[in-house]
Nanobody
């Protein structure tokens, strides 16, 4: 049974930083891809950052240069370092995983992911 659990959300002032974590159980990162998504009320869930088991990453344009996705050495944890945050970064952040290697065009599409965490709220004011 696969479970993903996010943590690290909270309230932060614009220009500040947050570090989100996602821990997987029943699932290893050895042959898989993981990503961070976010969603605000009334909007569709959007991909923020992606990483695969080779360390290849993809970012949504508005977060490039500000956010960094990484994986832990234990291969069951990923992180999202959020720097220079803006009010538009506010939202519920979700960790997602898939056992399939994704084409570049599909990496930030929610429909490509099988496993999801419950989310952690990030509020930037």
């Amino acid at each position: 049974h696969v479970q993903l659990v996010e943590s690290g959300g909270g309230s932060v002032q614009a220009g500040g930083s947050l570090r989100l974590s996602c821990v997987a159980s029943g699932y290893t990162f050895r042959h898989a891809c993981m990503a961070w998504f976010r969603q605000t009320a009334g909007k569709e869930r959007e991909g923020v950052a992606y990483i695969d088991y080779d360390g290849d990453t993809t970012y949504r344009d508005p977060v490039k240069g500000r956010f960094t996705i990484s994986q832990g050495n234990n291969r069951i944890t990923i992180f999202l370092q959020m720097d220079s945050v803006k009010p538009e970064d506010t939202g519920m952040y979700y960790c997602a995983g898939t056992r399939f290697l994704l084409l570049s065009a599909n990496r930030l599409r929610p429909s490509q992911y099988t496993y999801w965490g419950p989310g952690t709220q990030v509020t930037v004011s």
